[in-house]
């Protein structure tokens, strides 16, 4: 009976998805719920937007995330990233020029003249 039982506390926690990572080691998670409205019973979308600590850069925008309660770490932090649910897709855009696309817009300039 020398074991003791620690309790650890309840720690809220919540899923959204990423909106901000223009900060380091922050991300701002925007968590949207529905409620109904107490009087005409019509079903809102309400939102709201954490900042969480994000250590190690793992989420992305658009991702979605588990945050968890913490200490208060800074002015606006009082979360803590848990785990990427779900990682957004990443599409990758190519900025430069391909030589058909060149040749093609050369020619329709030229038709034009």
């Known amino acids: 009976m020398s074991e003791q039982i620690v309790k ?6 919540k899923v959204g998805e990423v909106v901000s990572t223009k900060m380091a080691k922050t991300i701002v998670v925007e968590v949207t719920r529905k409620v109904q409205h107490p009087l005409y ?15 190690e850069g793992k989420a992305k925008q658009g991702d ?3 945050i968890i309660e913490s200490r208060p770490l800074s002015k606006l932090k009082r ?3 848990k785990e ?9 855009i190519q900025d430069e020029k391909s030589p058909e696309r060149v ?4 020619a329709a300039k030229k038709k034009n003249k």
């Open 84 to 92: 990427v649910v779900r990682a957004a897709v990443r599409i990758q």
């Open 103 to 106: 040749a093609k817009a050369a």
């Open 41 to 55: 019973k019509r079903i809102l979308t309400r939102r709201n937007k954490f900042y969480a600590h994000d250590e």
């Open 8 to 13: 650890q506390p309840n720690k809220q926690e």
């Open 79 to 81: 979360w803590d990233l």
């Open 64 to 66: 979605q995330v588990r």
